[in-house]
């Protein structure tokens, strides 16, 4: 959390009388001293905020490293994009960038734009984060493959960014998972790997450990969504919005419509979670349902089925209040037994929406949720809940049921 800065006045201390002893003066000056320092430091904790505003609180326990694979050719912006949200985020506090090549000798990016890389691929540290970007990817060494193929083993996600895909494809790691890259690339894709869904028309798709992004800039939406998966929506909204002033498909905010906010039916928007979801969570079977909207309502039902016996129900509705969509839930247990009185019913108002994500939040139980489709086959809600300062999350995935 950032130090407020200090004025000059807070800072200066007055001078002691005469009478005062020694001692007194040197705990003065101390003190003096002191304050001082808090607000340098207050000043080096603010002097890269965008002025008027700081970044929300973000628990973050440990440094991440995010390894961008470069070499000769490389697509500036797929490189440059994706390391500028990381390095961002939550204020520098979350992410080390590095850049990872065949060796540390300064390499032209497709332009002529020069990088230093930090490591060769045999000194590189464990990476957390692997990001492959396109441009002259017949530059990547065998050595540079194998280094992919290792370092991937360890990390938490690997995004390609644009043609970047094809090298996961050379890899071998986009067979039996969902994948974009930019359109002019889509059907070469598809070809080169039939055991691969290609999807079209996708700034992003995220298949778990595996996410791939659409052409150049979409790297940005993909980065974003890494942030909002390990850090929290809060810190992915807060560094596309309040820092980058990025509205694309990452961003948490409705798009701009000719310069101005799309105020079309917020229910209209939230067709993307209809139909039927089905999934699985430490062996037992997770169903969602939701109708499509009519009037000002939808409704939705999850269910919870464990050796073949329903075990946990929710029934809920979306529907508009005070003009914002307000989701309520009731919980009923085996043989449906109500959770709560009707006066007591969790209600949880709209606070973001785009075209495939939505974010509902009970400010007073400290609870939200957030249903996103990365894909039309998929659907992800995240339960996310701070308890005394602590942030913890619970996430359901689900594919569309036939």
Request: glycine share 10%; with cysteine.
């Amino acid at each position: 959390m950032c130090i407020p800065m200090r004025t000059r006045s807070d800072c200066e201390g007055s001078t002691a009388p005469e009478r005062t002893p020694r001692s007194f003066v040197g705990i003065v000056a101390l003190l003096s001293i002191l304050l001082l320092l808090q607000c340098a430091a207050g000043f080096a904790a603010n002097r890269n905020a965008p002025e008027g505003r700081n970044a929300p609180p973000v628990a973050v326990d440990s440094v991440r490293t995010v390894a961008i694979l470069l070499f000769e050719g490389a697509e500036l912006l797929d490189v440059a994009g994706p390391a500028e949200v990381f390095i961002v985020a939550a204020e520098g506090k979350a992410f080390r960038v590095i850049m990872v090549a065949e060796s540390t000798a300064p390499l032209h990016t497709m332009g002529g734009v020069n990088i230093t890389p930090d490591y060769g691929f045999a000194e590189a540290p464990r990476a957390d984060v692997i990001v492959v970007p396109g441009g002259d990817m017949q530059n990547i060494s065998e050595r540079g493959m194998q280094w992919l193929r290792t370092a991937s083993e360890k990390a938490e996600i690997v995004m390609s960014v644009c043609m970047g895909a094809f090298v996961l494809a050379r890899a071998g790691m986009l067979d039996g998972i969902e994948a974009t890259t930019h359109h002019w690339g889509v059907d070469r894709l598809e070809k080169l790997v039939p055991g691969c869904k290609v999807l079209r028309d996708r700034r992003f798709v995220d298949s778990g450990k595996i996410i791939t992004t659409a052409g150049v800039t979409a790297g940005i939406d993909g980065a974003l969504h890494v942030v909002g998966r390990l850090l929290g929506s809060e810190a992915e909204h807060w560094t596309a919005v309040e820092w980058m002033e990025h509205r694309g498909g990452g961003a948490t905010e409705p798009a701009l419509v000719n310069g101005e906010r799309d105020r079309s039916s917020p229910l209209a928007k939230l067709a993307f979670i209809t139909g039927r979801w089905r999934g699985e969570m430490k062996g037992s079977v997770i169903e969602e349902s939701w109708s499509v909207a009519e009037g000002d309502n939808m409704m939705g039902m999850f269910r919870l089925v464990k050796e073949g016996e329903g075990v946990f129900y929710e029934f809920m509705t979306i529907e508009i209040a005070r003009d914002t969509p307000v989701l309520r839930i009731r919980h009923f247990s085996q043989g449906l037994v109500a959770w709560e009185e009707k006066d007591n019913i969790d209600e949880y108002p709209l606070v973001e929406l785009t075209a495939s994500r939505a974010v509902f939040e009970n400010e007073d139980s400290g609870m939200r949720l957030v249903y996103e489709c990365p894909t039309a086959e998929v659907l992800t809600i995240t339960l996310e809940t701070t308890k005394e300062g602590k942030k913890s999350q619970t996430v359901f995935s689900f594919h569309r049921a036939p």
